[in-house]
């Protein structure tokens, strides 16, 4: 329901980025009768959530976050995913805003913004699908979906995660749905550049030799997404930009896959979404004249 008099005003975030020195304001009034919020889109910064999920051997090698120089760093064996500079500034934009890290304090920022649920994305995890050569796959999205699910699952019924499943082992993608599935994940989420298979092959999403991973999907319920965000921009002119047009732009690439590849024909049941990636190119498919 819609109320075309209803303006929602929050002077403080009108005009300027979010910053960890905004102040929430408390509501005016509410939304109009049967109104109901939910955000499809929305992220938390992931805390240093793996080294204790790596088995023993593996713990040198597992992500680490921590905050340094200003601002939010997650490294691989003690390399950087982003330029410090750019590090700080998403600190300052968005990353050290208390919500996006503190359940109790995104609770109240969802009060205060009159959203009821939210669908919860990762924020640097994105970073590792396009990290070189990605190490320890498995180790690495199964601890960051136990991750997750504790944190949506401290949300009091508001917040719902969305996961990795396996993607590029097809004999253990049924085992890692429902393993996924049974977290409690809301929505799948695979890399719109996906790397290599499990037999060192490129991942082709059109290629029948993925077709246990759409079975499974599809037989779970539960949407697959594509997200942009795995190119991280630099301080380059016109480097944000390019960042956005060539992520979506990816999203035609695996439109095409999925739908010339045959895809959607052998799995009728598979939902697909695109999420940040603009309607003016997307086709309009429907049986039912309009």
Request: hydrophobic share 40%.
């Amino acid at each position: 329901m819609a109320d075309d008099a209803f303006v929602l005003e929050i002077p403080e975030m009108v005009g300027i980025a979010l910053s960890p020195q905004r102040k929430a304001q408390a509501a005016t009034r509410p939304w109009p009768a049967g109104t109901v919020i939910i955000s499809a889109d929305s992220h938390m910064l992931e805390p240093d959530c793996w080294v204790d999920r790596f088995p023993e051997h593996l713990k040198s090698e597992a992500p680490r976050m921590e905050f340094r120089d200003g601002g939010y760093q997650l490294t691989v064996n003690g390399k950087a995913m982003t330029p410090p500079a750019i590090a700080a500034g998403l600190c300052t934009s968005l990353e050290c805003t208390p919500g996006f890290t503190d359940i109790e304090a995104r609770l109240a920022d969802l009060d205060v913004e009159g959203v009821e649920k939210e669908l919860i994305f990762p924020q640097r995890l994105f970073g590792l699908y396009m990290f070189g050569k990605m190490m320890n796959r498995p180790e690495t999205f199964a601890a960051y979906n136990e991750h997750i699910a504790e944190a949506c699952a401290a949300g009091r019924g508001r917040l719902f995660p969305v996961m990795v499943p396996n993607y590029w082992d097809p004999a253990l993608a049924k085992q890692s749905v429902d393993r996924c599935q049974a977290l409690g994940a809301r929505c799948l989420m695979v890399p719109i550049k996906p790397g290599d298979d499990v037999d060192g092959e490129p991942i082709q999403y059109s290629n029948p030799k993925l077709d246990p991973l759409w079975d499974a999907v599809a037989q779970s319920g539960i949407p697959l997404c594509f997200h942009i965000g795995e190119a991280i921009p630099t301080a380059a002119p016109g480097a944000a930009g390019t960042f956005v047009l060539t992520q979506m732009q990816g999203f035609r690439h695996i439109w095409g896959q999925l739908t010339f590849g045959g895809v959607f024909d052998r799995f009728p049941k598979l939902k697909v979404v695109f999420v940040e990636g603009g309607i003016c190119w997307l086709p309009r498919c429907s049986t039912t004249p309009t």
